[in-house]
């Protein structure tokens, strides 16, 4: 039996975060965030203020623990029959980045797996810009054809592209070609496994999460920039940038908040959903932004940026 524990251990990839005491201390940082989100939805319901009108921490805190509480659920769901959670048990131990939440990783698992959901977020990034090559004479105005051109080249030899530049492409993508209602499938799966959202879904529902998710994304830009940069953590700003996009385990802090400063000036110059009703598009910023988080894939995030942009200002 010793034995056989023995080499469970050393093939379980999550048997360290698993032990008893990290799972105590995990399960007490989940109820906290319980309790907080509680707070504020309490807060939201007794003043009249929506998700757009809390302050930053308010905005991510409630953000993330939706997305902790996702990973719950589907847990939860597949231990309903009899005897399934044994099997749940299973599963985590063998499958820990995808079941289970980061308050019960070890401090070397948080850091390997953003590693590897960068990774994936990487490998969407060629197919990305290829869409963007492919539909340029598509682009009915001129200027924006050159433009976007221009753009692509520059990405294509990893060349950093200026704000202004990505900019200009604001309007490329709130109609044909790139407007998101006008994208096809493939290109909105790619656009998802970007921004690392489930792909296995279908098509209408894909368009719709990820305009919700980069609506969320430019109401935490509009809050972050109303509260400023210079009042977040070192961990908040490395926070920020992964969500947006950059690899920042392998970024000195003051480079991550250079990058964000960058991202923001960007976002800000954008209009959205802020309120649900907007038409403009947050796009740009996944599609031509997000290639620009690491200096070797500057190219393929920019790419992602520009269409994660186009897709609300269609909508």
Request: with cysteine.
């Amino acid at each position: 039996m010793g034995n056989t524990i023995g080499f469970w251990n050393v093939i379980s990839p999550a048997s360290i975060s698993c032990t008893p005491p990290s799972q105590k201390a995990g399960l007490q940082k989940l109820w906290a965030d319980a309790k907080k989100s509680r707070r504020i939805k309490a807060d939201m319901v007794k003043h009249n203020v929506k998700f757009h009108q809390l302050s930053y921490r308010e905005m991510e805190h409630l953000r993330q623990f939706r997305r902790d509480v996702t990973k719950c659920f589907f847990l939860g769901i597949i231990s309903i029959p009899p005897f399934a959670n044994y099997l749940v048990f299973l599963l985590m131990y063998l499958f820990p980045r995808q079941l289970l939440i980061r308050h019960f990783w070890t401090p070397k698992q948080q850091i390997d797996f953003l590693h590897i959901y960068h990774d994936i977020r990487k490998k969407s990034h060629p197919e990305v810009l290829s869409y963007l090559e492919k539909v340029i004479p598509l682009i009915s105005d001129e200027g924006l054809r050159w433009h976007m051109t221009e753009l692509c080249t520059k990405i294509r030899r990893g060349t950093h592209p200026a704000i202004q530049e990505i900019l200009a492409l604001r309007k490329s993508f709130s109609n044909h070609p790139l407007g998101m209602n006008q994208l096809h499938a493939s290109q909105i799966k790619a656009l998802s496994r970007a921004m690392l959202l489930t792909t296995y879904l279908p098509s209408p529902l894909l368009r719709h999460r990820l305009k919700t998710h980069t609506t969320v994304i430019h109401q935490l830009d509009k809050a972050l920039a109303k509260l400023g940069i210079n009042q977040l953590t070192d961990q908040e700003v490395k926070s920020a940038c992964y969500l947006r996009g950059l690899n920042s385990t392998l970024i000195a802090e003051e480079r991550c908040r250079t990058w964000l400063a960058e991202w923001l000036q960007i976002s800000c110059n954008l209009k959205g959903r802020v309120e649900g009703r907007g038409r403009d598009n947050i796009d740009v910023r996944h599609q031509l932004v997000e290639p620009t988080t690491e200096v070797h894939a500057l190219d393929q995030n920019q790419a992602t940026t520009l269409q994660s942009q186009g897709r609300h200002s269609n909508h």
